[in-house]
Every structure is written in C-alpha cells, then in structure tokens.
T-cell receptor, first 112, second 115 residues
Framework: DTGVSQDPRHKITKRGQNVTFRCDPI?????LYWYRQTLGQGPEFLTY????????KSRLLSDRFSAERPKGSFSTLEIQRTEQGDSAMYLC??????????FGEGSWLTVV | GEDVEQSLFLSVREGDSSVINCTYT??????LYWYKQEPGAGLQLLTY?????DMKQDQRLTVLLNKKDKHLSLRIADTQTGDSAIYFC???????????????FGKGTKLSVKP
C-alpha cells in the first residue's frame, strides 16, 4: 500500500479557469477528507465522505467548489472560476476508523 | 468555538529534548493528534492520544495530555536534525454536530534543530 495519492502535485492556472484534483485513498479506507492549507496556517477542513456519501461540508466550501466520490474509492475536487484567493495546497486524507487519519502529499494550486 | 493554539517557533540543539505545547478549547474532544510537515510535503501522522489517556509513549515520542487544563504536549527525545519540520496539533471536536471528519488544527510549531 503506497498511502494516499494526489494528482496533480502542482497546478498553475489563470484566474477564471476550472481545475480538478484527484485523490486516491489508501485501499479499503471508507472515509475520505479534503482540507485546504494556506501559507503559515494549519489545514482547514473542507469536506468529508464516508464511502460515496458526502456527509459534511465546511462553510469554506463555496458553491464554486464541488467534490465527488462516485464509487466510494477515488475522489475529485473541482474548483470552478478560480480566484487568486483559491491559491493554496489542497490536502486529501483517508481513514478506516476515526483515530488514524492519513494525509497525502497535497496538490499545490497557484492562480495567476 | 473550537480553537487550537501553539507557539510558532522552537529551536533546540541536536541531542536535546524538544517539547512542543498545544492548548485546545473543546473539552469534549475525543482524539488529539500530532502531525509533522516537512517543507513542500503533506502531513505525516506521528501519534495520537485518546481523551481518556494522560500519556502515550512511542519510541522517541511522548505525548502528555492534561484534560483539566486542555493542554497537550509532544516531547521528542534525542532530537535530530531530521526532526526539523513544522509540527501540528489537532483535535477532533467531540460534539461538533456529530462530525466525523472535522479535524481542527493549530497553526503549527516550526522546530529548528541546530547541530
């Protein structure tokens, strides 16, 4: 098992464009999480899936953000009409139970 | 609301012990975590402690939990230059509307280890 995998690792996009990030959790982990981290801050929770069901969304997740986990395995996070304030690292994490939550290496987004 | 506070910087000499401190606000937190982040990388789970414990030891790492004061600490024995990183404390609020996923992180403590 290679851990939580995220793709792409880095993305530079022009303001107004759409971007999509993919996360492959650790196999057999039924819980998947998305977080956002900006420079000098700790990660902030965005959303959480248990299997394919999106059970919780943060108020940080504006309507330009959408996350899916269609078959309960990999997940995508799409940001539409990107803004400069969306520049951050987007972290995916997964867990089988609540006490051990493993993070991926993150996807860096720069909006220019 | 929930909040996690950490001092921002800590500098130690190689071979010394490092103690990183954290305070949290949610007295019903069930799990408390320590994560390590190296430059440009994701978060590595170091250890966690359940709220009914007051100490947990794992090799060079010792976690102490004082529930009364809502204080968590991470002690790294025999600190090495490879331990230089940012260390994040995080809590899982116990009564956050039944949340199962909302880890609340501090801003992180940057540990610098001098040879």
């Amino acid at each position: 098992d290679t851990g939580v995998s995220q793709d792409p690792r880095h993305k530079i996009t022009k303001r107004g464009q759409n971007v999509t990030f993919r996360c492959d959790p650790i196999s057999e982990h039924n819980r998947l999480y998305w977080y956002r981290q900006t420079l000098g801050q700790g990660p902030e929770f965005l959303t959480y899936f248990q299997n394919e069901a999106q059970l919780e969304k943060s108020r940080l997740l504006s309507d330009r953000f959408s996350a899916e986990r269609p078959k309960g395995s990999f997940s995508t996070l799409e940001i539409q009409r990107t803004e400069q304030g969306d520049s951050a690292m987007y972290l995916c994490a997964s867990s089988q139970n609540r006490n051990t939550i493993y993070f991926g290496e993150g996807s860096w987004l720069t909006v220019v | 609301g929930e909040d996690v506070e950490q001092s921002l910087f800590l500098s130690v000499r190689e071979g010394d012990s490092s103690v990183i401190n954290c305070t949290y606000t949610d007295s019903s937190s069930t799990y408390l975590y320590w994560y390590k982040q190296e430059p440009g990388a994701g978060l590595q789970l170091l250890t966690y402690i359940f709220s009914n414990m007051d100490m947990k030891q794992d090799q060079r790492l010792t976690v102490l939990l004082n529930k009364k004061d809502k204080h968590l600490s991470l002690r790294i024995a025999d600190t090495q230059t490879g331990d230089s990183a940012i260390y994040f404390c995080a809590e899982t609020p116990g009564n956050y509307g039944g949340s199962q996923g909302n880890l609340i992180f501090g801003k992180g403590t940057k540990l610098s280890v001098k040879p």
